[in-house]
């Protein structure tokens, strides 16, 4: 992500290196996050964020399953044992995605430092493109989104975007002994089906 020169995505495969998948619909997309119990089963319970969730923070929403996975290690790692699937608007997700700026400086999308330093400062969104993950956890060449949320954007994500919350943490388990097992394709049948999302060219986030 270094080069100076505009460039199309790579192709990894079938797979842009760059690219947003995701579980959605007409209306909504699907984010996971995880969070102690205490604080994620009240949200999953009441279907949305309580007052203890601290909207003044910056929140990391990702629509990788198993990104998410990998970053809570099957929901075993501390204060992250309940794994919550969000369900967020299209139009709260397409206006993170419009509003964001990628979390480090990129020469061929930023004219200069300072120019990316000036965006990123005024921008409540934050993306970082980290290397998605088989059920495995290994890493894999093609990239998955990462949108860091702040601000406007965090209290927006809570309050109005939001459609539903899940604990999906059972799931979770079945799939993770699974993959423990060895059975994998047993693994993969429950995974959720994440496809394109249609965001369109998104150049401004190297993608």
């Not at 089963?41 to 399953?65: Q, V």
């Not at 419009?98 to 993306?127: F, I, M």
């Amino acid at each position: 992500m270094q080069e100076t020169t505009q460039e199309m995505p790579r192709e990894t495969g079938r797979v842009p290196t760059r690219q947003i998948r995701a579980a959605h619909t007409a209306a909504t997309v699907t984010v996971y996050q995880a969070y102690s119990p205490a604080l994620g089963l009240p949200a999953a319970r009441d279907g949305r964020f309580p007052p203890a969730w601290k909207r003044e923070r910056m929140t990391w929403i990702k629509p990788s399953f198993l990104w998410m996975m990998y970053r809570c290690g099957w929901a075993t790692k501390e204060g992250q044992e309940t794994v919550l699937a969000v369900e967020i608007s299209r139009e709260g997700f397409d206006a993170a995605l419009a509003q964001a700026c990628l979390s480090h400086y990129a020469p061929r999308v930023h004219t200069d430092r300072a120019a990316w330093k000036k965006t990123l400062s005024r921008s409540p969104v934050r993306v970082q493109w980290d290397p998605e993950r088989d059920p495995h956890l290994n890493p894999l060449p093609h990239r998955s989104l990462q949108l860091g949320l702040s601000g406007p954007a965090s209290r927006a994500y809570a309050d109005e975007w939001t459609v539903s919350i899940r604990d999906v943490t059972p799931l979770v388990r079945e799939i993770h002994g699974l993959v423990r097992a060895g059975d994998t394709d047993a693994a993969h049948a429950l995974l959720p089906v994440e496809t394109p999302y249609p965001a369109g060219p998104l150049p401004h986030l190297d993608a």
